[in-house]
């Protein structure tokens, strides 16, 4: 099995859930640093990686995705005739939990209101406001 189809999934899942460094990835998993840029550029994992951060509208989602990757583990382990660890199951328990009420929450949230100025226009209002309390 090439390198490729057996540790491209697992350095994605640790770049783009995990949030680990390329770096911290490299040793992980005895890769590159230089291929995983290449396959961080080529799956677009940074792209994924920033639908995860900083929104708190998907925030479930990203609990139930760290939910998968714990119930993978747990596969994972019984699958290859370990007993998996209890502890295991009382995190993922906890975590569909937090996401169901996570979802809830942001099912019923005030939504942000969508600025639909260009960024050009944003910035020209805030010079304006700058000057404006600068006397200017």
Sequence with gaps: MAKKDSL????????????????????????????????????????????LGGNEKSFHAALF?????????ITDEEQSGREAA????????????????SRKYEAVAPKKKEDSR????????MVRKINEILGA
């Design 8 to 51: 491209e999934p697992q350095a994605r899942e640790l770049f783009v859930i995990h949030q680990m460094s390329l770096a911290d990835i490299s040793r992980k998993l005895n890769v590159s640093v230089r291929t995983l840029q290449d396959w961080k550029k080529n799956g677009d994992w940074e792209t994924q990686k920033s639908s």
């Design 65 to 73: 995705k760290l939910g998968e990757v714990i119930a993978r583990k």
């Design 86 to 101: 209890p502890e295991r199951y009382g995190a993922l328990n906890r975590i569909i939990d937090a996401a169901e009420k």
């Design 118 to 125: 260009s960024p050009e226009d944003r910035q020209k209002e």
